[in-house]
Nanobody, 127 residues
């Protein structure tokens, strides 16, 4: 059984920073490509960033590029999302997701590509 647990969300003022963490347990972490998604109230879930098994290849949605950084620590079984210059439009529940992948250097950007999901952590950015 694979479990994903997010942490690091909270309330921050516009322009501030947060670092989200997602720790994976139950299987070999470095077999998984990882992603961060978010879902704002009344909106569909959307990709924010993704990272391959090696950590060497990353993807960012246009709104995240230049402000957010995804990284992973394969020793700590954790993927991170460092978020800076936060805007009220970034307010959402942020979920991490894991995909068991045969490919060392490949990431995934659609939600139906992922096998496992965390419960999510709330990020609220005040103006």
């Amino acid at each position: 059984q694979v479990q994903l647990v997010e942490s690091g969300g909270g309330l921050v003022q516009a322009g501030g920073s947060l670092r989200l963490s997602c720790t994976v347990s139950g299987r070999t972490f470095n077999n998984y490509a990882m992603g961060w998604f978010r879902q704002a109230l009344g909106r569909e879930r959307e990709i924010v960033a993704a990272i391959d098994r090696s950590g060497g290849n990353t993807y960012y949605t246009n709104s995240a590029r230049g402000r957010f950084t995804i990284s992973r620590d394969n020793v700590k079984n954790t993927v991170y999302l460092q978020m800076s210059s936060l805007e009220p439009e970034d307010t959402a529940v942020y979920h991490c997701a894991a995909r068991n992948s045969d490919y060392l250097r490949g990431y995934y950007v659609t939600s139906n590509s992922y096998d496992y999901w965390g419960q999510g952590t709330q990020v609220t950015v005040s103006s």
